[in-house]
Each structure stands twice: as structure tokens, then as C-alpha cells.
T-cell receptor, first 118, second 111 residues
Framework: GAVVSQHPSWVICKSGTSVKIECRSLDFQATTMFWYRQFPKQSLMLMATSNEGSKATYEQGVEKDKFLINHASLTLSTLTVTSAHPEDSSFYIC??????????????FGPGTRLLVL | RKEVEQDPGPFNVPEGATVAFNCTYSNSASQSFFWYRQDCRKEPKLLMSVYSSGNEDGRFTAQLNRASQYISLLIRDSKLSDSATYLCVVNGKGGYNKLIFGAGTRLAVHP
């Protein structure tokens, strides 16, 4: 199946620093990428949807100035957590879809990035 | 009300048992339905799509009842390796066919 990578796989940082997470589709071009966050024992929550070359669409309650998303190419999307605080500690997962097509189009998930803010 | 609701479990079953998970969703306009599996501290992986007529993949059978907005997953002859959290996933409102995840049902299969 299609492969999506994320980097880094885990990061520990001090409060107030910014953290960039990369999501790459390795063997297909992803016109749409999604960023999710998952807190312990909770469901994945969609943060934002990005299409290559356009601005991301953020879900209600997600601060776009805090979670900066850039989808500059068909194989790379980045999420930057600006001025991270302990409450931003979570498991961040990206997914990529090969086309902007139909309802049954499969999303391929990256392995996730575990962020711990001290 | 949550958009996708699941019994969190855990379901503790012996090897060889048959176990069923249920899920309800609130958006009647949803058109795509999936079961994902998530192992501890890992990303979710697609187990199977769910079709209106019901579908089977080996030991796994999925059913959809659109009228009741209800989805089920049946696992027969449980294996130790089936231990994981099973996520019910539905496509949500708005563009780009975004996926809405349930919180998952945890399954523990013991010898």
C-alpha cells in the first residue's frame, strides 16, 4: 500500500518553543493532506485539511495562528506548533489522500509524531 | 451528541471467541464507512471499508444499517494478534470528505 512518513517520530521541547512536523507521501502524490491530534484514550480529532497550493481549512476550535500548516508540494505538508505549551503535548498524525476524488478514497496515515512539551 | 459513538470496552475474550462491536453515527448524509485498527501508540490502519450490502474479509464481517445509522464489526475465531483498539470511522460534513473517528473499542484477546 501507499506509504506516508512523518518526521520526527517524537520530540521533547521546552514551553514556548516552536516545533515543526513533516508529513511526506513517499510513493504517490497527495493533493489533500489531513492533520489529526489524539490525546490519550481519546479519538483522533481532525485539526485541519490542506490542499496543495492553497490555504488550510481549520476545524472549529483549532487556532490557525498557533498551528501553521504548509502544503507546498504534492508530497510534503508541514505542521508547525508555534509557542508550544504543555497542553499541546499530544500524538499528531497526518494522513494523505491520492486525489481529491470520491467518498471512498482511502487515506493513508503516517506513523505519528509524539510531542511532549515541558 | 458525538458524531460517532462506540462502546469503549474493553472486551476481554479468549482465543477462538467471536466478538462484535457496534457503532452509531449522527450524520445521516454520511456515505463512507470504515473500520480501522489502532495498536497502542501507533497510527490507525484501515481494516476494512463497510458497504451497504455488508462485506466480509476472512474472519471479519462488517454490516451497515443506514436506517438506524448503525455499523457493526464481527470478528470470528479471535487471535491474540487481534488485540487492539477498533475505530469506527465515518466521512463527515463539509468538503474534502474528512473522516470522523469514534473513540474506539478496545479488544483484549487472552490465551
Amino acid at each position: 500500500g501507499a506509504v506516508v512518513s512523518q518526521h520526527p517520530s517524537w520530540v521533547i521541547c521546552k514551553s514556548g518553543t516552536s516545533v515543526k512536523i513533516e508529513c511526506r507521501s513517499l510513493d504517490f502524490q497527495a493533493t489533500t493532506m489531513f492533520w489529526y491530534r489524539q490525546f490519550p484514550k481519546q479519538s483522533l480529532m481532525l485539526m485541519a485539511t490542506s490542499n496543495e497550493g492553497s490555504k488550510a481549512t481549520y476545524e472549529q476550535g483549532v487556532e490557525k495562528d498557533k498551528f501553521l500548516i504548509n502544503h507546498a508540494s504534492l508530497t510534503l505538508s508541514t505542521l508547525t506548533v508555534t509557542s508550544a505549551h504543555p497542553e499541546d503535548s499530544s500524538f499528531y498524525i497526518c494522513s494523505a489522500r491520492a486525489s481529491s476524488g470520491g467518498a471512498s478514497e482511502t487515506q493513508y496515515f503516517g506513523p505519528g509524531t509524539r510531542l511532549l512539551v515541558l | 451528541r458525538k458524531e460517532v459513538e462506540q462502546d469503549p470496552g474493553p472486551f476481554n475474550v479468549p482465543e477462538g471467541a467471536t466478538v462484535a462491536f457496534n457503532c452509531t453515527y449522527s450524520n445521516s448524509a454520511s456515505q463512507s464507512f470504515f473500520w480501522y485498527r489502532q495498536d497502542c501508540r501507533k497510527e490507525p490502519k484501515l481494516l476494512m471499508s463497510v458497504y451497504s450490502s455488508g462485506n466480509e474479509d476472512g474472519r471479519f464481517t462488517a454490516q451497515l444499517n443506514r436506517a438506524s445509522q448503525y455499523i457493526s464489526l464481527l470478528i470470528r475465531d479471535s487471535k491474540l494478534s487481534d488485540s487492539a483498539t477498533y475505530l469506527c470511522v465515518v466521512n463527515g460534513k463539509g468538503g474534502y470528505n474528512k473522516l470522523i473517528f469514534g473513540a474506539g473499542t478496545r479488544l483484549a484477546v487472552h490465551p
